[in-house]
């Protein structure tokens, strides 16, 4: 076989059911650039490759058919979360329908929850479980040799109407060794628009450090892809990486782990390295209360950091044990903390654990109003495929049997509630907002963040985006 032709999607949300949504907000993914980078730097065979964000371009069936028809790939693999894996399966749909010789292959959270579904995909022929890097690399090699695939850890697929499943592959244990993602195989930053709080166009860019997690919240499924044994970048390897970003002209980075300060030595050797080397660098990170102290904060505040995340989640005491374990006195501690040093706090909470009624919901709204919070996400609790919310719904009997696209956390239920309706929690999700946007502290706040007529632009697509979804 000469060179191997490989073409990486993006999905994009309601290509399957004919109403295409375009994101207001979008971020790199940085999953396939994971995946192409990796290829760059150990395939040992010929190939061309192409990577395609159909998400955030808003690609529909006639875009994404054009791009397969003119590249002829042997190789379509696709990314896609929960709610998106009808349209990760639409694209593979559309791949066998150009060529039906080609291998399709979907990763992401989806296929590691719950592999087995690949049993309801006709036309995807292999989900990758957990990491992908060398796994992807290996199914590129074997379609490269035309060799079986067997032997590759890792992989759920199909074979004479079977599904088999390999072994689960071992996690990459140092991610030094794994090669920066390259941002150039895409658009330019530009078409990039962060949220207002993150960033500005073409400035703006995300990294991950970490993978893994040995917290054990009940509706997380990041230990489902990363498990979890937390491992993490040296703080010189994540340098290294920001010079690159840098050269392309970004001057502001989220780190997106799930949480990035677990591991304090290495957020105090970071912080220094950037004071040191005088990078002129903003950033913010996701945290953990009970990792934050007025020392860490001051430091990182020093070097850089404008804001933190933290998923708070709740506030009632027993329920925020329950599912966080953490103490509001953590919580209100880091806070203050944050506010003496001067940076921006955005704080993440779920509304309906199985457990809430509308006394905790209240307590949640009112906790999240008394905060020094900047920015606040209200969101109903989904049980995604392979947490133990899922498991304990499904167990209950609580799942409404609605189809993968209906798992969206800004929306409806696709679970019953053991007290509380679904119009008591929509209703509850809208008085989340309204009470905490719509005070004078916090519309004066934004006021105050506004430098540029695209700031302006950008909240108000970001209300318009809440009131589309009835919030």
């Keep these: 076989m000469s060179g191997l032709r490989i073409l990486l999607f993006s999905s994009p949300e309601g290509l399957a059911g004919g109403q295409l949504k375009k994101p207001v907000f979008g971020i790199q993914p940085l999953g396939l650039l994971y995946l192409a980078s990796a290829l760059r730097k150990w395939a040992d065979f010929e190939y061309n490759l192409k990577v395609i964000d159909a998400y955030t371009l808003g690609y529909n069936r006639d875009d994404i058919k054009g791009v397969i028809s003119s590249f002829h790939p042997d190789i379509v693999g696709v990314s896609s979360i929960t709610i998106r894996i009808y349209d990760a399966n639409y694209i593979c749909s559309i791949a066998k329908e150009v060529n039906s010789d080609t291998i399709t292959v979907v990763g992401g959270p989806h296929a590691s929850s719950i592999p087995l579904d690949i049993i309801n995909y006709p036309d995807t022929d292999i989900f990758v479980v957990g990491e992908g890097e060398i796994t992807f690399l290996e199914i590129c090699r074997a379609v490269y040799t035309q060799k079986g695939w067997d032997s590759i ?8 109407g079977k599904v088999i499943t390999n072994e689960r592959r071992e996690a990459i244990k140092d991610l030094d060794t794994i090669p920066f993602p390259d941002s150039s195989l895409l658009p330019h930053l530009e078409s990039y628009n962060p949220l207002p709080h993150w960033g500005r166009n073409g400035h703006f860019s995300m990294m991950v450090t970490t993978r893994g997690c040995s917290y054990t919240c009940r509706f997380c499924s990041i230990v489902i892809t990363q498990g979890r044994k937390y491992r993490f970048q040296s703080p010189e390897s994540i340098i290294e990486q920001i010079i690159g970003l840098k050269k392309l002209g ?5 780190f997106r782990d799930g949480t990035f300060t677990t591991n304090r030595p290495r957020v105090v050797d970071f912080c220094n390295l950037l004071i040191k080397g005088k990078f002129n660098l903003n950033w913010s990170c996701n945290c953990r209360a009970n990792e934050l102290d007025f020392e860490l904060l001051k430091l990182m505040k020093e ?3 404008y804001m933190v995340s933290l998923g708070i989640e709740h506030g009632n005491s027993e329920l925020l044990w329950q599912y966080k374990r953490l103490t509001k006195e953590q919580v209100t501690n880091a806070l203050k903390y944050a506010r003496q040093i001067g940076i921006d706090v955005t704080g993440y909470f779920i509304l309906g654990v199985p457990e809430d009624d509308l006394t905790t919901l209240r307590e949640t709204i009112e906790f999240a109003k008394s905060l020094p919070l900047n920015n606040a996400s209200f969101t109903i609790l989904t049980p995604f495929p392979g947490t133990d919310i899922y498991d ?3 167990q209950k009997g609580l799942l409404l049997g ?10 409806g239920l696709c679970w019953r509630h053991p007290s509380l ?3 008591q929690l929509l209703s509850m999700l809208k008085r989340a907002y309204r009470e905490f946007y719509l005070r004078p502290s916090i519309i004066v706040n934004k006021i105050s963040k506004i430098k540029t007529l695209k700031d302006i632009t950008n909240y108000i697509r970001l209300a318009l985006e809440l009131f589309r979804r009835g919030h």
């Design 303 to 305: 070097a850089g950091c």
């Design 250 to 254: 970004v001057d502001s980075i989220a």
């Design 392 to 394: 304990y719904c499904k």
């Design 402 to 411: 609605v189809g993968w696209d209906k798992f969206d956390a800004t929306g």
């Design 421 to 423: 309706t679904e119009k």
């Design 153 to 160: 850890a890792g992989i759920v697929y199909k074979k004479s």
